[in-house]
């Protein structure tokens, strides 16, 4: 027999009545204020056409990789639930293997989210099991027949304000303009510019997207200027379709100060006979630095995210390619590799740099204390694997007292999973409310301090480090 | 006058009443299931002959580094003592300098353990000090003298169900075959192989280990075909004597992958000129990939113990020995050291591999993020200094929000110290029991999977992960 | 409107009425005990010439980096209050600055802080905002202007033991001299001996440091036994003014056993031709070595504050000088770096080394494990970022299960902001209580030991640590 499915109200709120009764109100008074998402990973295209989603599996399962990296780690085949490159599977036959592991997820995030989505969405009220699969399957499907369920319709009743999209620097944005020029959507659909591709030069598929890139403002593409350019060009069409910022997925936050000539030579070299290893590092390191000189001119907004080894493993790379559960966290340093950049940028009120970890080791150590000085860095959200409630708190304690509030951007979701977004953004609503509430039951912050930020963290702390205003 | 000495029957309960309640009735469920002990440093002989313990000093002192370190800090000369290989001492003169500094223990987790012992085993009920050391000794001495604390005895009465011990590849292990010949014992205590004072080519009994293991099956010292071979003969003799488990103690989690000719001469160089430090290193990561291999054919779960700083006081290391609490963590490094080993087994389910740490750091950032993709990968229980209620927690909480519960290894006590071996079986059935209630109070998993958990990471856990059914 | 700015009795406490209870309970046995402060950075010149404090600004803000650079985080500019080496400012602009951003500081340290000294020195009991910035910096002024808030009155009033400042090697102590002959003035004011300018090559300044330095013992600067004779006779000179301990700021705690032969080679080269980057590291850690072994000799307490990236922001550095809140932590090594020097000298009684960290990564990993076996080794009170209440909570929980609470130093002030140190000292005893409490109500530690160490560590262990009887 299924055991039932439920969706405490004061959920995430501590066990002490008094801090409960003080959560539940900071909590109140933002839970319904719209979702800013300034950083995530929606399809525009699903917006634009609209069309219903397919199935459980494919909405809950196939594409997230939180979710079927735990079934791996089980020992479950994922070409049997189509992950990635793999064939297409039937999607209740998948379904049913989701649902008898279901006990995989308990106390993960992905469990709390997928709960939340559950519940609340579809008005399921029994935990997933063997049993019940089939019926939950059916439930969800007939849910998603209906016009609540398009993805236009979700998106206003979440409701989301704003989402941005990361994007390819040479994308059309087809599907932005598309949006933003039809009157029926209301909604704030923008792009983000991710250069990743065009900067790693270790990538098999570097030296195609630079002839892309230079070819794109007329350039050979041995020449750096023409390198250089192409970025500029395409920041400023991304601008002129409402991108905010830029974002950098780098193995590790460095920074390098290198001249127009000596930069130049490197590229050069990585055109026509490649870079060595050290050599790519510290291409990408002067790219990053030249990036934030470009941020400068332009205003977009630097949001930086790394620390991740790719592709751990070659077996799952090679089935199934890349984001498919087996990307590891590295030890991330931040102080001497960001220091270029921040020597020569850090005081410039026209930069905003947004640092993200999934090493939490650094936030008391390292970005607590530079965010805490330099106008120009902010704390990224909890990313990822620490995305997560416990987490979230002990981002909160380790930061707070040394940089206060002012300094973290506000909740940003990262998503794939387009229905999880509510979700994620209660979810750190709540966590906020409940710092908030033990720092004044602590004598630490006032009342009103406590009403101010549980505000300005919801909304007009992610409006303000991304320029949404 | 001493002050009393209590157990408090909530005892690591959290002061909140309504999670204090739910932690009980979970703990109540498995406080008396019987002790799943697969790996530690108990002596099989004592338990085959079966004399009682000579006395409180030698029971809880001499051999408990945990303990005669924290006297050392204090300035005590741990000759007075008779640690290691000093001469033996009075243990009554030793028991005196115990309990006079009984405080030096509050707080720590062996202070917690003691006091668990002493309670609910001799029926103490004052705190140790000057004044009642004499008399707490003869009780102590009174109680070791029945029957019922004959080593048998205790292991029933426990009750322990599987009981590990730790073995050097060429032990005879007749003490092991003689307890499972031996009608009267029922208790099942089984080798483990740990192999590194084969491996660890900078210690100076290496070459004579060596030499053995290669003459065990007959081969001269320089051939490596031998050395391996009298591994997996070794591996075969420990599997048929009950073994389920491999143990290494390195440096580092390091693998290395690396053909047999390289190896091999690698192999050669150590037996006939010596490595240099590097090479001791790539030595030891390419037989760790190697011993992964192993177990793949034969089966034997690998556990890996790295990240300590052995014999860090020389001066000590040199009156003392080894184990005498002077080894000291450093920071360690999984994701990039071990990926070769897991990308090539990391998704074989003959492989289980458990990663064991005192480096916290790593919990969120690299062991929860592996476990919770590779099949073949477990959490290690929290291990040496953190094996502790406050740092339990916190494993707890930085790895669930990743892995879940079912990534974790079960607890694991690792001791030398027979008569804690309920004590910290227990402290860890309360700590997930309390773990177990937050999450439930906080509405993040449901009653069914509390109950469902608290039941499995007791038992079914760590006979799934060790192989004990 | 100004929201009430209010001072919680019980602040800190948790919000569970039991923990409360006995946190109160042993807080009000050690909240009067006269404040002992072994490390700190108050000019003595203050006391000795007991002139009034000027203003709110110079008080609260000129000179204290926790403050301002969050002011700086928010895009103010530092000239504008008039920071370091920037020009003088009016005082009362300065403040409205401050007052007007009042809310970067909800949830830091330095706003708790604040709030007490506002409360409990002020009697305000208005949260400082734009509107009653003139009236908080007149309140303020009336207070400064009467007797009761002369710095000497203050120092009684608070009450303060012993405070510790921090000096060069070759301060004449004039200061304090005077103020121990001062009869009228029945405070201890001690010196502490810091030689980090004389050692660190690096800096511009070394080479007349280290002349006069050796000139004070008539050598030549070019000879090493006089480098070595003008640290032992300042060291000497210290000591008969009271001091008690040496401090050094080092990069690293890094030990380097290093002959007189090639140590003093090395100082030649320094002075005559410079050293490279890695030979200034080797030379500050043979000195680090050096100053242990000077220590055995004639019992100074060494104070160890590694891990700091000083003037991260050359602009900053450059318009405002040094300590003008761009110091970043980096991430600090201790079980290996330090591991000569405790070789050597780390069993020997007469040692005294108390190891600070602005790493936590490193309390449960490297020292808590150290001061747990070596009797010269303590733990120091966390310091600077984290010398604030969650921080030092998680600082206990670090430490105290492996090393209980005998082998840490005690509270350490740290700090230039004289008004703030009974704020400070308060924050720790409510912390430790917290600690404490919570500890009796799981059953860890008795009520007998609970009370014997909030006094222990608020009097008896920074005595015992820093030699103070």
């Given at each position: 027999m299924a055991s039932p499915l439920f969706l405490d109200p004061d959920r995430l709120f501590p066990a002490d009545e008094k801090t409960r009764d003080l959560a539940r109100e900071l909590y109140t008074t933002v839970k319904d204020l719209p979702i800013i998402s300034p950083h995530g990973h929606v399809n525009p295209q699903m917006l634009l056409d609209n069309e219903p989603f397919s199935d459980a599996t494919n909405l809950f399962l196939t594409y997230d990789h939180y979710v079927f990296r735990m079934l791996h780690s089980a020992g479950i085949d994922l070409t049997k639930i189509g992950v990635g490159k793999s064939d297409p599977v039937d999607p209740r036959t998948a379904w049913r293997i989701f649902c008898e592991n279901w006990r995989l997820l308990d106390g993960t995030a992905s469990g709390y989210w997928l709960t939340h989505e559950f519940v609340t969405l579809f008005g399921i009220d029994e935990e997933p099991c063997a049993e019940n699969a089939d019926k939950l399957f059916d439930i969800i499907a007939e849910k998603l027949s209906?016009?609540?369920?398009r993805p236009r319709a979700l998106f206003d009743s979440f409701p989301i304000s704003v989402l941005a999209t990361t994007d390819d620097p040479?994308?059309?944005?087809e599907y932005h303009a598309a949006l933003a020029a039809d009157e029926t959507f209301t909604g704030q659909v923008i792009p983000t510019w991710r250069p990743d591709a065009y900067v790693n030069?270790?990538?098999?598929e570097w030296r195609s997207k630079v002839e892309a890139l230079t070819a794109s403002v007329g350039q050979p593409v041995d020449s750096f200027e023409g390198y250089l350019e192409g970025f500029r060009a395409s920041r400023a069409r991304f601008i002129e379709n409402g991108a905010v910022s830029a974002d950098f997925g780098v193995a590790h936050p460095l920074a390098v100060d290198m001249d127009d000539a000596e930069l130049g030579a490197l590229y050069h070299k990585a055109v026509h006979e490649g870079l060595t290893a050290e050599e790519s590092d510290i291409f990408e390191g002067a790219m990053l630095f030249r990036f934030a000189g470009m941020s400068v001119e332009d205003g977009l907004v630097m949001t930086v995210h790394p620390g991740v080894y790719r592709n751990h493993n070659t077996e799952s790379f090679t089935t199934f390619g890349p984001d498919t559960g087996h990307d590891i966290p590295v030890q991330t340093e931040y102080t001497k590799n960001i220091q270029p950049l921040l020597d020569k940028y850090g005081n410039d009120p026209r930069l905003h740099l947004v640092l993200f970890t999934i090493d939490e080791t650094v936030y008391s150590r390292e970005l607590a204390p530079l965010a805490g000085f330099y106008p120009s860095v902010f704390i990224g959200a909890p990313w990822w694997f620490i995305d997560a409630p416990d987490a979230v708190l002990r981002f909160r304690a380790a930061t707070t007292e040394t940089a206060g509030f002012s300094r973290s951007s506000g909740f940003i979701d990262d998503t794939r999973a387009f229905l999880s977004i509510p979700a994620r953004h209660d979810m750190s609503r709540r966590l906020d409310s409940v710092f908030l509430a033990r720092y004044v039951i602590e004598g630490r912050i006032s009342r009103t301090a406590a009403f101010h930020w549980i505000k300005a963290l919801t909304s007009d702390q992610p409006r303000k480090v991304f320029k949404l205003d």
């Amino acid at each position: 027999m299924a055991s039932p499915l439920f969706l405490d109200p004061d959920r995430l709120f501590p066990a002490d009545e008094k801090t409960r009764d003080l959560a539940r109100e900071l909590y109140t008074t933002v839970k319904d204020l719209p979702i800013i998402s300034p950083h995530g990973h929606v399809n525009p295209q699903m917006l634009l056409d609209n069309e219903p989603f397919s199935d459980a599996t494919n909405l809950f399962l196939t594409y997230d990789h939180y979710v079927f990296r735990m079934l791996h780690s089980a020992g479950i085949d994922l070409t049997k639930i189509g992950v990635g490159k793999s064939d297409p599977v039937d999607p209740r036959t998948a379904w049913r293997i989701f649902c008898e592991n279901w006990r995989l997820l308990d106390g993960t995030a992905s469990g709390y989210w997928l709960t939340h989505e559950f519940v609340t969405l579809f008005g399921i009220d029994e935990e997933p099991c063997a049993e019940n699969a089939d019926k939950l399957f059916d439930i969800i499907a007939e849910k998603l027949s209906t016009p609540e369920f398009r993805p236009r319709a979700l998106f206003d009743s979440f409701p989301i304000s704003v989402l941005a999209t990361t994007d390819d620097p040479l994308d059309s944005l087809e599907y932005h303009a598309a949006l933003a020029a039809d009157e029926t959507f209301t909604g704030q659909v923008i792009p983000t510019w991710r250069p990743d591709a065009y900067v790693n030069t270790r990538k098999p598929e570097w030296r195609s997207k630079v002839e892309a890139l230079t070819a794109s403002v007329g350039q050979p593409v041995d020449s750096f200027e023409g390198y250089l350019e192409g970025f500029r060009a395409s920041r400023a069409r991304f601008i002129e379709n409402g991108a905010v910022s830029a974002d950098f997925g780098v193995a590790h936050p460095l920074a390098v100060d290198m001249d127009d000539a000596e930069l130049g030579a490197l590229y050069h070299k990585a055109v026509h006979e490649g870079l060595t290893a050290e050599e790519s590092d510290i291409f990408e390191g002067a790219m990053l630095f030249r990036f934030a000189g470009m941020s400068v001119e332009d205003g977009l907004v630097m949001t930086v995210h790394p620390g991740v080894y790719r592709n751990h493993n070659t077996e799952s790379f090679t089935t199934f390619g890349p984001d498919t559960g087996h990307d590891i966290p590295v030890q991330t340093e931040y102080t001497k590799n960001i220091q270029p950049l921040l020597d020569k940028y850090g005081n410039d009120p026209r930069l905003h740099l947004v640092l993200f970890t999934i090493d939490e080791t650094v936030y008391s150590r390292e970005l607590a204390p530079l965010a805490g000085f330099y106008p120009s860095v902010f704390i990224g959200a909890p990313w990822w694997f620490i995305d997560a409630p416990d987490a979230v708190l002990r981002f909160r304690a380790a930061t707070t007292e040394t940089a206060g509030f002012s300094r973290s951007s506000g909740f940003i979701d990262d998503t794939r999973a387009f229905l999880s977004i509510p979700a994620r953004h209660d979810m750190s609503r709540r966590l906020d409310s409940v710092f908030l509430a033990r720092y004044v039951i602590e004598g630490r912050i006032s009342r009103t301090a406590a009403f101010h930020w549980i505000k300005a963290l919801t909304s007009d702390q992610p409006r303000k480090v991304f320029k949404l205003d």
